[in-house]
């Protein structure tokens, strides 16, 4: 027991105070996970950017098409649902999302402003106070800004992308609309998000048929009650539609974006990048440094420490340094999410795939060290009298 105690520390210690031999190896694992989290991060912040005005709304429940299984081209439903989610007794307050897509311009005016033309998402919110389509993050200013007609506001990150600014007039569709306010925590590399009133959006001609809706906000009495009323609302559905809750949806959005076929091959061939480039690195670095040591090894045979347990220290070198990788990952993603945050690439990373690169990495780790075990055998005791 005791022995088996020093030898872990013995691994330990190895690693710290001699954390050069080792730092190619926590390197280049470093580098094969942000490799794949910053991939998962980009893409799944891609569809946050999207859904945020649905994730940031005073909704305790959304109701999409009974089919559907995310809220990306989820389509619309018959206007007839709404009665039935009201006639629940939990059920205050039920509200719907409408958007559209449309071609937004700015103007010259004559200047020497560069006319720039960009297909954008428009999203309409409601401007009443404590609507449930209008995002938590809306403050007061906001709200009377966009409640004006034909008032539009746009993320900062996308102000130069669409050449205007705070103010400035612009066309969308062949209409006039202002700028009337400016959003910092709304980017979308991928398309523009404008965000418009629901009354702006029928002056676009843009808003859905009277006979339909799209998804539904619903506000209970009782938030804590959320996933009871959910299984009650489906339970009368009849196959007319589905509830969630905006958890449950949002990590359905997640999974969603995930499944899509180019970022699947992306990711796979990231992944398997990553392990060709960590094991070959960390692999050669964890044989350079037993062979650097050979001698202490030998001593440690001599004295009568059998092949198994060096075998084990060699083994636990490598998780520590895999887990020394961890760490470098994190930290590097993190300074990645920060910079991309603001240059206006919004980024979100799921605790399953956290965790299911985290696994990734130690098994690179945990295999480099099974690869390098063979160069025990050059530490034999008879080596220490020559």
Do not use: C
Not at 200 to 213: F, S, V, Y
């Amino acid at each position: 027991m005791l022995l088996g105690v020093g030898l872990m520390s013995l691994a330990l210690a190895t690693v710290i105070y001699e954390w050069r031999r080792y730092l190619a190896a926590v390197v280049a694992l470093a580098f094969s996970g942000l490799l794949v989290l910053a991939q998962v991060g980009m893409f799944v912040g891609i569809g946050k950017a999207f859904t945020a005005t649905i994730d940031r709304s005073r909704a305790d429940l959304m109701i999409l098409p009974a089919k559907a299984e995310s809220l990306m081209n989820t389509g619309g439903m018959p206007r007839r649902v709404m009665p039935l989610i009201y006639s629940h007794p939990d059920v205050v307050a039920v509200s719907d999302m409408d958007d559209d897509g449309g071609l937004f311009s700015n103007l010259a005016d004559g200047t020497d402003k560069k006319k720039l033309r960009s297909w954008v998402q428009i999203t309409s919110v409601e401007t009443a106070r404590d609507a449930l389509t209008l995002p938590t993050d809306f403050d007061e200013n906001m709200r009377e800004a966009l409640s004006e007609p034909y008032a539009v506001a746009i993320d900062k990150s996308a102000l130069g992308r669409l050449g205007v600014k705070l103010g400035d007039k612009a066309a969308l569709d062949g209409h006039a609309v202002k700028v009337a306010a400016v959003t910092t925590t709304y980017p979308n590399m991928m398309q523009p998000q404008i965000i418009v009133s629901r009354q702006t959006l029928r002056l676009l001609g843009k808003a859905r048929p009277a006979n339909r809706i799209g998804p539904m906000f619903v506000k209970i009495r009782d938030p804590a009650r959320a996933e009871l009323v959910r299984d009650q609302l489906n339970a009368m559905a009849d196959g007319r539609f589905r509830a969630w809750t905006r958890a449950e949806l949002s990590r359905a959005n997640d999974q969603s974006m995930m499944k899509e076929q180019f970022i699947g091959v992306m990711l796979g061939f990231s992944m398997f990048l990553g392990l060709l480039i960590g094991i070959g690195i960390t692999s050669q670095t964890l044989r350079g440094a037993i062979l650097a040591n050979v001698k202490e090894f030998a001593s440690l045979r001599a004295l009568g420490v059998s092949m198994g347990s060096l075998r084990w220290i060699v083994l636990e070198l490598s998780l520590w340094v895999g887990v020394a990788g961890l760490g470098a990952t994190a930290v590097l993603v993190t300074l990645v999410a920060f910079v991309a945050g603001n240059g206006g690439v919004p980024m979100s990373f799921p605790l399953s795939n956290i965790i299911s690169t985290g696994v990734f990495l130690l098994f690179i780790a945990m295999l480099s060290g099974l690869m390098s075990l063979g160069v025990l055998k050059k530490s034999q005791p008879a080596d220490l009298l020559r």
